[in-house]
């Protein structure tokens, strides 16, 4: 059981560029989040799936489309990276309201 | 809005002691509360989940308390040891499937 996987582990992007996080997850669980983590700032969601086939804006998207792929699969999209987006990126998951398990982060520089 | 605060931001212990983290929260219609642990440059570990019912949970040397009509939870931390050094991390969820509402942590240093 891998539980949570994130791809890839590092990123350094330039100011413009696009790129897309990959989570996946192995726990059949129906809800999956993005959030992103800033020092001084903690952890705040960016998008959540409560189910396979759709999709929410949490408390910062902007900048950010997300796509649920199937029920394992939930991808995070730049589409045109920005400096105020770097910031370390996880993945978590849910199922039945208990605990949310996270991936191990994506750090990702845009300069 | 729901928001999370946790004091302290840091706290610095000798080993051995026992030592309680606090969280407290504006909105006491939570569904759950999860306590994690981070390490630096690591990934959340999730240590304890308290449903909205419940008044505890415990998992070895961690027992967690939940108070929800005065919005606050406590980490308590027995016999406290170097490799508890980590950040704290609380979070509440409003309702089941929705996202976690995170404080900004508390980082403990344990000295041997």
């Known amino acids: 059981n891998a539980g949570v996987t994130q791809t890839p582990k590092f990123q350094v992007l330039k100011t413009g560029q696009s790129m897309t996080l990959q989570c996946a997850q192995d726990m059949n669980h129906n809800s999956m989040y993005w959030y992103r983590q800033d020092p001084g700032m903690g952890l705040r969601l960016i998008y959540y799936?409560?189910?396979?086939?759709?999709?929410d804006k949490g408390e910062v998207p902007n900048g950010y489309n997300v796509s649920r792929l199937n029920k394992r699969e939930f991808s995070l999209r730049l589409e045109s990276a920005a400096p105020s987006q770097t910031s370390v990126y996880f993945c978590?998951?849910?199922?039945?309201?208990?605990?949310?398990?996270f991936g191990p982060g994506t750090r990702l520089t845009v300069t | 809005k729901q928001e999370v605060t946790q004091i302290p931001a840091a706290l610095s212990v000798p080993e051995g002691e026992n030592l309680v983290l606090n969280c407290s929260f504006t909105d006491s219609a939570i569904y759950n509360l999860q306590w994690f642990r981070q390490d630096p440059g690591k990934g959340l570990t999730s240590l304890l989940l308290i449903q909205s019912s419940q008044r505890e949970q415990t998992s070895g040397r961690l027992n967690a308390s939940l108070d929800k009509s005065s919005g606050r939870s406590t980490l308590y931390i027995a016999a406290s040891q170097p490799g508890d050094s980590a950040t704290y991390l609380c979070?509440?969820?409003?309702?089941?499937?929705?996202?976690?509402?995170f404080g900004k942590g508390t980082t403990l240093s344990v000295s041997s």
């Open positions: 978590a998951t849910s199922g039945g309201g208990r605990e949310q398990y």
């Open positions: 979070a509440v969820s409003n309702q089941a499937g929705t996202a976690l509402i």
């Open positions: 799936s409560a189910s396979e086939g759709t999709t």
